[in-house]
């Protein structure tokens, strides 16, 4: 078991959790059950699976949900498309997002094949 907030990816993936929430309270109202709730819950899945990772015995376990994380970040990355081309979000904003998912993707699947070479 490790502690989690020491984990350079899960700070990175909780402050872009943090960003999206404030942005996504600019969403229209119509969209609180849909898009503004999708979002949050598919940006706030890739640390929340991190943390969780970290506290099952085995790497396996693990790895298992850094995959996950990873998942979720492509699921979110989606979404911000979604958000930009309905004019949610502006252009700019969403290429700082879209590269911070990006670098996001990158350090998960680091961490992911060394978290498999640990546990073989």
Avoid at 50 to 64: K, T, V
Avoid at 78 to 93: P, R
Wanted: charged share 25%.
């Amino acid at each position: 078991m490790q502690d989690y907030k020491k984990i350079n990816v899960w700070r990175a993936a909780h402050e872009l959790t943090v960003r999206v929430y404030k942005i996504t309270m600019q969403f229209p109202k119509s969209e609180v059950y849909a898009l503004t709730s999708q979002l949050r819950r598919a940006v706030a899945s890739i640390p929340s699976n991190i943390a969780e990772g970290c506290g099952r015995n085995s790497q396996a376990d693990f790895a298992h949900f850094l995959n996950m994380s990873l998942g979720s970040a492509n699921e979110s990355s989606y979404f911000l498309l979604l958000a930009k081309d309905l004019s949610y979000i502006h252009e700019d904003e969403y290429h700082f997002l879209e590269n911070e998912i990006e670098r996001i993707k990158a350090m998960l699947i680091s961490l992911i094949s060394k978290v498999r070479v640990i546990k073989n």
